[in-house]
């Protein structure tokens, strides 16, 4: 176990900037009620969001001309939410009760269950442990989610982030309390939209699915195959591609370094970048394909699904994002949550907007209120979000 428990420490040591931003924002949040007092008082998320829900259930059904199923409200603390997204992960076959076990124990803080993990099915927590520390790094920038028909309002940022923002602007806080409040009010609508969005996306969302899941099948084949290579072939491998050097006693962590270098999504990007993204093949140098025979094969698999998880995620996102900026960019409580929360405006919001949101607003301009509809049940490949006239072109 000693192996796989320094490999535990150093992965809650990768999450460290978080843990302590997640302790701090507790504690500030504790000032913060103290310090006001019974002199403001923001609404509780729930009241706000319960409020709103069937209201924009209507508004966000009639903008798309899609059907919003409804969906219920849900208003998980820091560690539900993060096992939450253990499910958000897609995982492979059977490995999602594995994903579910470690998401529990990386949000516990449980360094032993993670280490037990580890050794119990070494490839899976190589393929696995990524998503770990992805979504749980970015847990107090997430507001909200969307899965299986339910609507997750983060409650841990979402009820202190106002009365930390109130607090940190000082005296006097009634009349400082009217902008902050409606900055509070302007998060919690957008992340309804945005969620309520997400949730009649139906068929493109059964693509992202599907595709991930494939992506991680394909990654755990590639974890499987790393973890057989003999010490000779990882030792020559290593020191080929210029891998930090590991002692001979930690073999586990030679194999791991390996099998993160040569993991497509790093590897392939790396070497060829984003673009990768477009390709439709892909060539290896010699020496390492000869050290692993399969791997080529590996990455010619992995590009057709990873390119379809990309394309239906980007639409995805889009979609939502362009619906905000059409329904709530002229919303005073919009504005005033790009103010206090974001310290920004419209202007600098929607130059900030991705690729996906740039397809989807293109779209629109030639097909209007079936835009929707059309990317949902026909979704965009990754060559068309690039350039939305090939995807116009498709569907004439």
């Not at 009639?62 to 997204?85: A, M, Q, T, W, Y």
């Not at 005296?171 to 009649?200: D, I």
Request: aromatic content about 10%; glycine content about 8%.
């Amino acid at each position: 176990m000693g192996e796989f428990n320094e490999f535990a420490e150093a992965l809650f040591g990768q999450l460290s900037v978080e843990i302590d931003e997640e302790k701090e924002i507790a504690e500030l949040g504790d000032r913060a009620r103290e310090g006001l007092g019974d002199r403001v008082e923001f609404r509780k998320l729930e009241e706000v969001a319960g409020g709103i829900m069937a209201e924009y259930k209507n508004m966000a059904q009639e903008f798309l001309g899609v059907n919003v199923p409804d969906s219920r409200l849900e208003f998980p603390e820091l560690v539900d939410l993060k096992r939450i997204k253990g499910q958000k992960v897609f995982a492979a076959g059977g490995a999602g009760e594995f994903v579910a076990e470690l998401f529990d124990a990386v949000s516990c803080g449980d360094q032993k269950k993670v280490a037990e993990m580890m050794e119990k099915d070494t490839a899976k927590y190589l393929v696995y442990s990524t998503y770990a520390i992805q979504y749980i790094s970015k847990i107090t920038t997430t507001y909200g989610d969307y899965m299986d028909g339910v609507v997750y309002l983060n409650k841990f940022v979402l009820s202190r982030y106002p009365q930390i923002i109130l607090y940190k602007q000082g005296e006097p806080f009634e009349s400082r309390f009217k902008e902050v409040n409606s900055g509070y009010m302007g998060a919690v609508k957008m992340t309804v939209l945005e969620e309520l969005v997400h949730s009649a996306q139906g068929n493109l969302h059964s693509v992202n699915r599907r595709a991930a899941s494939e992506v991680n099948r394909i990654n755990e084949e590639l974890a499987g195959i790393i973890m057989s290579l003999d010490n000779s072939t990882v030792n020559s491998l290593s020191e080929y591609c210029q891998l930090q050097a590991v002692p001979d006693d930690f073999p586990f962590a030679k194999k791991a370094n390996l099998f993160f270098f040569l993991n497509p999504d790093h590897f392939l990007t790396e070497q060829i970048g984003p673009d990768v993204m477009t390709f439709t093949h892909v060539e290896i140098d010699p020496k390492i394909g000869q050290a692993v025979p399969e791997l080529l094969e590996i990455y010619k698999k992995w590009l057709v699904p990873i390119q379809q998880h990309h394309a239906a995620f980007t639409a995805m996102e889009g979609m939502a994002g362009f619906a905000i900026e059409e329904m709530l960019g002229n919303d005073p409580d919009f504005q005033s949550y790009l103010a206090t929360f974001m310290g920004t405006d419209m202007s600098s919001y929607q130059v900030r907007k991705g690729m996906g949101t740039g397809f989807v607003r293109t779209v629109h301009q030639d097909l209007g209120r079936d835009t929707f509809s059309k990317i949902i049940d026909i979704p965009p490949n990754t060559r068309e979000l690039k350039d939305a006239q090939l995807y116009l072109k498709k569907l004439r």
